[in-house]
């Protein structure tokens, strides 16, 4: 199978209904995109992203009118969240409808639920009349792709096309929010703020990384990871200085770091914004992790706003 890359969207709708799978932009990430009511699609994209099935899949909705078709019991501080953010990158846990296949949720009584930003998503899922399960288009455990070539070479060959949306204008997942005893949890940090969310609830806790997959905490604490070894560091400069003999990468914020060597390095934002720099964290690892250096270190960032987001990833990213 040749994998084509497009923005036919006649076309993706014509593979998701013979129950294909295909890559599709989103306001955040790409994703391995299938119709959530296929048996087949959904086995088809636990198998080509070689994830483990205890790990159920966020299902997408064209706005909040779809709603009540897959999901009941919403508690009143979710109606908030969504009335404010969608369409947008959050995603909310919500008691599934016995319509919403157990394996799409790894037989949780919730499913995870989302209406996308992005335009070319939106006609997808208004052209189907079905909702699409979605996880990030990326081999389980690697960086989430942000272009359509990320998941044409991720994927060559295994899925008929990536519906091309361009850059995804975002760049991070989407913040995932649950209702345990109905006070809201942040499962995953993500492409909304902690501040922007607690404006809505007020305090929240946020899941630990081992807290959040309880089923297999050492297993999925990895992820994210490029296949250059990442270090998370407080001081780059320093952890340079230290291995002056290595081909090495850096990643930071604002400004290029001085080692008196030459290193590769990408500088997220010049301009200090969390929201750029946010935007443009997987590509620059996706074009460091492709010049085949010894080791890639990032510098911490401040730890508020997306600055918290970026962190939790290059930490689940790191082998060091
Ligand atoms: O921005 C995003 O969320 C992207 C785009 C494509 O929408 N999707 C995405 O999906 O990041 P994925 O599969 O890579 O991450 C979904 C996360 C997984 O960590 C999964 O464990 C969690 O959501 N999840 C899904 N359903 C859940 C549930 N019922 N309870 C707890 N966690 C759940
Ligand atoms: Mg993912």
């Keep these: 199978m040749e994998t084509v890359i497009s923005s036919d969207i006649e076309l993706a709708a014509a593979f998701l209904r013979q129950e294909a799978v295909i890559g599709m932009p989103t306001e955040t990430v790409y994703g391995l995109a299938g119709n959530a009511f296929s048996p087949k699609a959904v086995a088809s994209i636990f198998a080509i992203k070689q994830r483990p099935a205890f790990n159920p899949l966020i299902l997408h909705i064209p706005g909040i009118d779809a709603l009540d078709d897959v999901v009941k019991d919403i508690p009143e501080t979710a109606t908030e969240l969504m009335r404010r953010f969608w369409p947008g990158p959050i995603t909310l846990l919500l008691p599934k409808r016995p319509a919403v296949p157990d394996t799409v949720t790894a037989g949780k009584p919730t499913v995870a639920v989302r209406v996308p930003a992005h335009p070319m998503a939106l006609a997808l899922l208004r052209t189907t009349g079905f909702p699409l399960v979605a996880p990030s288009a990326n081999p389980f455990g690697s960086i989430s792709p942000t272009r359509a070539i990320h998941v044409a070479e991720y994927f060559d060959g295994l899925i008929p096309l990536v519906l091309d949306g361009g850059e995804c204008p975002r760049g991070v997942e989407s913040t995932i929010v649950g209702f345990p005893n109905g006070e809201p949890v942040v499962y995953r940090l993500g492409a ?52 002056p003999n290595l081909n090495i990468g850096i990643l930071t914020f604002d400004a290029p770091v001085d080692t008196g060597f030459e290193t590769h390095q990408e500088v997220l934002s010049p301009a200090g914004s969390d929201e750029i720099a946010a935007a443009a964290l997987y590509d620059a690892l996706h074009r460091l992790d492709r010049l085949g250096l010894d080791l890639i270190i990032a510098q911490r960032f401040p730890d508020e706003g997306l600055g918290r987001t970026i962190n939790d990833r290059l930490l689940r990213g790191a082998r060091l």
Aim: glycine share 4%.
């Design 192 to 243: 909304i703020s902690l501040e922007a969310i607690e404006a809505i609830t007020g305090p929240v806790r946020v899941l630990k990384i081992a807290e959040a997959v309880p089923d297999a905490p050492g297993m999925l604490l990895r992820h994210y990871a490029p296949r250059t070894p990442l270090m998370l560091a407080d001081n780059a400069r320093e952890e340079a200085l230290k291995h």
